[in-house]
């Protein structure tokens, strides 16, 4: 009895190493992946500074302001960053920045002036699209130790947007899971699978 229940018990040992080892590498492949992951990851979630190309001036009563674009010329539907730096800094004011322009939803429009999230020392919008091309115009009401300061930088110009209308981008990414749906559909007429679980049923 011994002598049969020996090689059985040395095959389960061995299978049961096998799986151990298995599930060791299985276990460092993917500590290694999360290590890969975290690595590449890591530069992106750092703070990525906010380059300025281009300035324009803006005086708002006592207050002069030098508006900052990540981007320019400025185009449609394009993220990119603004700020807003007062000559005398940020600190001790207070105010508010009206959008006006088209496409601009009436909740976008007028905004509490922040400290741009990636340049602390300045207020900003971070990764802002403009909807649609046009005109647009930044109104600033600052309130601060010089009073209250109300300054319009008008006629920033904004291009269409870059790359193809949306529509036809939209139908370029729509015929991928369209092709398949209809894939999955010719293949079930054709194999018809309720009937043949019906049958075995």
């Known amino acids: 009895m011994r002598s049969s229940r ?3 018990l040395l095959a389960v040992a061995s299978a049961s190493r096998r799986i151990r080892g298995h599930a060791r590498q299985l276990v460092l492949a993917a500590a290694a992946a999360l290590a890969l992951v975290a690595v590449s ?4 979630a750092a703070y990525a500074p906010v380059g300025v190309v281009h300035t324009e001036r803006v005086q708002a009563g006592p207050y002069a302001i030098t508006v900052g674009f990540s981007e320019w010329p400025l185009r449609a539907m394009q993220s990119l960053d603004f700020t807003f730096a007062p000559a005398d800094g940020v600190a001790g ?3 508010t920045l009206t959008l006006d322009g088209p496409g601009l939803d009436a909740d976008d429009r007028e905004s509490p002036l922040g400290r741009h999230p990636r340049k602390r020392d300045v207020w900003g919008l971070d990764v802002q ?3 649609e091309p ?3 115009s930044f109104t600033f009401d600052i309130d601060g130790p010089a009073g209250h300061g109300r300054g319009t930088l008008r006629n920033v110009g904004v291009l269409d947007q870059p790359g193809p209308p949306l529509a036809i981008s939209w139908t370029v990414c729509a015929i991928p899971p369209v092709g398949m749906l209809a894939y999955l559909a010719v293949g079930w007429r054709r ?3 309720s009937e043949k679980v019906a049958t075995l049923i």
């Not at 990851?41 to 992106?44: I, L, M, V």
């Open 129 to 131: 699209a403009l909807p």
């Open 6 to 8: 020996s090689p059985l």
């Open 41 to 44: 990851t890591a530069p992106a």
């Open 134 to 136: 046009g005109t647009f």
């Open 191 to 193: 194999n018809k699978p």
């Open 93 to 95: 004011k207070s105010g």
